[in-house]
């Protein structure tokens, strides 16, 4: 099992431009997460899914911020248009669901805007 | 929401002496989990443990679900322990601020 892919790994734009973050659960796993890493805020959970369904997008800082899971093995992250107080660690977890497993996570995406 | 508190913030230790890492939380949950966040940023699922004792070699974890805490513990600790600890709970994994590990040669 190749865990969860996230794409890409480092991303460095310019203010104003769109950014889309990617990510492939483990197979089988039906809940995924988009959680953003900053020193000042720490580790906060943007939006989740369940069977591909948002379930909870209460994290979501604001409407320049949108995810989608069109398929079980796909989902994206887009921010439209970037702010430099965007940049951050972008992590994307998985699970089987029901707060009964653990959660794998990916090895992030550490944006930069300029 | 459930506030998580972990304690303490930052931890120094020799190599081969040992550990205690504590979290707190402020609401019954039926979701916990310690991660292990290492110098290149990678988050590491260490333990999922709502309640009881587990152990993985040098590590264990005990939470106590009725008195709203968790404990990891570390022996013999190595320079590869180094990182940020995680505690975090619920369903939707509400992470504590983290106990930052330096482990001296």
């Known amino acids: 099992d190749a ?26 796993h039906n809940s995924l997460f988009w959680y ?23 994290g979501m800082p604001e409407d320049r911020f949108s995810a989608k899971m069109p398929n079980a093995s796909f989902s994206t992250l887009k921010i439209q248009p970037s702010e430099p107080r965007d940049s951050a660690v972008y992590f994307c977890a998985s699970s089987l669901g029901d707060e009964l497993y653990g959660y794998t996570f990916g090895s992030g995406t550490r944006l930069t805007v300029v | 929401g459930i506030q998580v508190e972990q304690s303490p913030p930052d931890l120094i230790l020799q190599e081969g002496a040992n550990s205690t890492l504590r979290c707190n939380f402020s609401d019954s949950v039926n979701n916990l989990q310690w ?20 152990q993985n070699g040098r590590l264990s974890a005990t939470t106590v679900a009725t008195e709203r805490y968790s404990l ?29 590990l330096s482990v001296k040669p």
């Not at chain 1, 890493?37 to 997008?57: A, C, H, K, S, W």
């Not at chain 2, 290492?38 to 009881?52: A, D, K």
Request: glycine share 12%; net charge negative; aromatic share 10%.
């Open chain 2, 72 to 100: 990891l513990y570390i022996s013999s600790s190595q320079t590869t322990d180094s990182g940020v600890y995680f505690c975090a709970v619920g369903g939707k994994l509400i992470f504590g601020q983290g106990t930052e």
């Open chain 2, 35 to 54: 991660f292990h966040q290492n110098p290149w940023g990678q988050l590491i699922n260490l333990f999922y443990i709502p309640s009881g004792t587990k």
């Open chain 1, 3 to 28: 865990g969860v892919i996230q794409s890409p790994r480092h991303e460095v734009t310019e203010m104003g431009q769109e950014v889309t973050l990617r990510c492939k659960p483990i197979s089988g």
């Open chain 1, 36 to 58: 953003r890493q900053t020193m000042m805020r720490g580790l906060e959970l943007l939006i989740y899914f369940n069977n591909n369904v948002p379930i909870d997008d209460s």
